[in-house]
């Protein structure tokens, strides 16, 4: 019999895969960051249980365009500081991708709330633009010009908070208990230019990010960057606490629960 190709695959196959991903070489980015302080109690508002704010109530941005062998890949993440067991790191509220693959391993594995969406970083001369577009809206807008070289930073630590979870199968709530997961990426840049410009942010019904307005503009910023990325479980989550705040994930919290209706192929 020819091989079924969605069979179970071997314990040697299974391994090659496992090298294969720990062997991936370093992948450069090239993107536009953007921070800005804005309104504490919006920030406040989008943390779920047990993230708090920080300090300071900061937005940042990045949007970035990845050369992979045979497909190149935008990426993007909008997310607010947060704070947990001591550690300071970003809560991602969207984190738009061009494409499938992109989302899979986050969303499944991280808990990343990734969704496919269109992702531009255009530099001409010394003119940027950078945008998150979905559903025919650019929500995120970067727009300047390149005004200067900034020296190389050291090599950095940052942190990410996500909820992994999935939804019940009777739309109740979740089956199992939500976890908490601390993504740590270790980052350094080969390029990095001063931007002057501004940050616009468009009404959408499906990405409110408007909600966390531009109070003061820290800095925007244009470079090349690779980073690594591991990440752990640190705590299960009270599931009736996460609960209301679901609806970050999805543009409508009832497509969870689509499917085909019964018997259909």
Not at 243 to 249: A, F, I
Request: glycine letters at 8%.
């Amino acid at each position: 019999m020819a091989r079924v190709r969605y069979g179970a695959r071997t314990e040697r196959e299974i391994a090659a895969t496992r090298t294969a991903s720990a062997r991936l070489p370093e992948i450069w980015s090239t993107g536009v960051v953007a921070v800005w302080e804005t309104d504490p109690d919006a920030v406040a508002a989008v943390l779920p249980p047990p993230l708090k704010p920080t300090a300071r109530p900061l937005v940042r941005v990045n949007i970035s365009k990845v050369d992979l062998p045979g497909y190149p890949l935008g990426a993007g993440s909008f997310a607010v500081a947060a704070a947990h067991a001591g550690v300071d790191g970003w809560y991602p509220l969207v984190m738009p991708m061009t494409h499938e693959r992109a989302l899979t391993g986050g969303r499944e594995v991280f808990g990343e709330p990734k969704k496919l969406g269109e992702v531009a970083v255009e530099r001409d001369g010394l003119v940027v633009r950078a945008s998150l577009a979905r559903h025919g809206i650019a929500f995120v807008e970067i727009r300047g010009a390149v005004s200067g070289a900034l020296p190389l930073p050291e090599p950095s630590r940052k942190t990410d908070f996500y909820f992994k979870f999935l939804p019940a199968v009777d739309g109740s709530g979740f089956d199992g208990d939500p976890v908490l997961v601390h993504c740590v990426r270790h980052e350094k840049a080969r390029r990095l230019e001063r931007v002057t410009g501004d940050v616009v942010l468009r009404e959408s019904l499906y990405d409110p990010v408007a909600d966390l307005p531009v109070l003061r503009l820290l800095e925007i910023t244009l470079g090349e960057k690779t980073s690594d990325q591991s990440g752990r479980v640190v705590e299960r989550v009270d599931a009736q606490a996460l609960l209301p705040y679901v609806h970050q994930r999805y543009d409508d919290p009832l497509q969870a629960h689509d499917g085909p209706p019964e018997g259909s192929a």
